[in-house]
């Protein structure tokens, strides 16, 4: 079978840092592309010149454009390749990634593939707690989903798509905050395939602060009761499997403060053994997250001791989460289709 072109997108605004080894990354794909693209979105660093020192294609729109959506877009009429590989300016690919990735795409039924993202640093609280919800959630939700035939999402820092059903689509979807879902779920809907590709590895730099976390966690909770309200109802009867996990989504946001608060309750409500209460609730969380967390490091060849350390740190990130999807939830499921607000629809970002 004739071997599939490649245009791998940049989009990147104000990452002078970052962008260099998320470029070499990409230089030293063992199948490298044809065409590298930076989007110098509005930045107000070095962006547009330490692109430009790494020999790659660098488009720099008039202004900013205001969301990643939009600058993938600005550079997807320059690409004329079989597919389109779109990388965060955060991260970096394994060696072999496109070649891991590509295969996938021999089955004419696939539109979009992403690999297994893990964080690229564990400095603070903030990074400790997401290397444990991606190391987590890679190696326990997605081979579930993908078992299923149906992935909840190809993450948008590095997916792959097909180019002409990209295009034909309208381009990256602009009409919620989070692109890379809004993709996966509308393909779907249409019979067509999202493939998820545990063994291509890519690391992604999340937020180091509150401050980002906050920020990120924020918008993606927004756009995934975006992609909600837009999506569930045909999903429902045209894709029932992601119709469930997309419910038992909701359920675990709003069963999360019972089962948080369940301590409390059987202690100071139903005068239940504080020491007892305490032991069944630790119990229960480890039991549901250790093994596959042992699981995890196995495969990905990490010190056991480092995991389980990190282990404490998730909490943390949980509350945030937990936090900002009740609040998407009662501002985009209610809210917004009562008209009383218009919903996120500013792109921050996360770090």
């Known amino acids: 079978m004739t071997q599939k072109t490649l245009t791998v997108i940049v989009p990147a605004h104000d990452e002078e840092d970052g962008l260099p080894a998320t470029l070499r990354s990409i230089q030293a794909q063992s199948i490298p592309p044809e065409k590298i693209i930076v989007v110098d979105d509005g930045s107000t660093d070095r962006t547009g010149e330490v692109a430009a020192a790494h020999g790659v294609t660098v488009l720099r729109p008039p202004r900013n454009l205001g969301s990643k959506a939009k600058a993938q877009n600005h550079a997807l009429p320059h690409c004329d390749t079989d597919l389109v590989l779109a990388v965060d300016a955060d991260t970096v690919l394994a060696p072999d990634y496109i070649e891991r990735v590509k295969p996938v795409f021999d089955d004419p039924a696939v539109d979009v593939a992403a690999g297994n ?3 690229r640093f564990a400095r603070t609280p903030w990074e400790r707690g997401r290397s444990t919800e991606y190391l987590f959630g890679f190696h326990w939700h997605r081979p579930i989903q993908q078992l299923a035939n149906s992935p909840m999402v190809c993450s948008g820092c590095c997916s792959v798509f097909r180019r002409t059903t990209l295009t034909a689509f309208g381009g990256f979807p602009e009409r919620t905050i989070v692109e890379d879902m809004d993709f996966t779920w509308s393909r779907q809907l249409e019979g067509r395939k999202a493939v998820y590709v545990s063994d291509a590895m890519a690391w992604a730099a999340d937020p180091e602060t509150l401050t980002y976390l906050r920020k990120q966690v924020w918008r993606w909770m927004a756009g995934f009761m975006q992609n909600v309200r837009l999506h569930l109802p045909r999903l429902l009867t045209r894709k029932p499997m992601l119709a469930t996990w997309i419910i038992v989504a909701l359920l675990e946001i709003l069963l999360a403060p019972l089962w948080w608060a369940g301590p409390l309750i059987l202690t100071l409500g139903m005068h239940a053994p504080v020491t007892g209460t305490l032991a069944w609730w630790a119990g229960g969380e480890l039991l549901l997250t250790v093994p596959a967390l042992l699981y995890a490091a196995r495969r990905r060849r990490l010190p056991v001791h480092q995991v389980l350390f990190n282990l404490p740190f998730v909490y943390l990130n949980k ?15 209610i809210m917004v289709p009562l008209h009383l607000s218009r919903g996120l629809l500013v792109y921050e970002k996360g770090r």
């Open 319 to 333: 509350a945030v989460n937990l936090y900002y999807a009740w609040k998407a939830l009662v501002i985009e499921l």
């Open 117 to 119: 993202v893990q964080t």
